[in-house]
């Protein structure tokens, strides 16, 4: 038997409803604000992640 997943994947329909809840909640001019500061959020979430996992990889060559 194959479980089925509790999430699934929102299709075409989906997708149209949320970008107008989207554009209802916050406006069309503040859409390009709220993806720019996530696109800038995601990037230092990354450069943290890239420097912490040098820092461990250089952390056991120096033992």
């Not at 075409?12 to 406006?27: C, N, W």
């Amino acid at each position: 038997m194959t479980a089925l997943p509790l999430i699934a994947v929102p299709g075409g329909p989906e997708v149209l409803v949320i970008a107008l809840l989207v554009v209802l909640l916050f406006g069309a001019n503040r859409i390009p604000k709220l993806a720019r500061s996530t696109g800038e959020a995601i990037g230092e979430f990354r450069k943290g992640r890239h420097e912490s996992e040098a820092d461990l990889t250089n952390d056991g060559d120096l033992q």
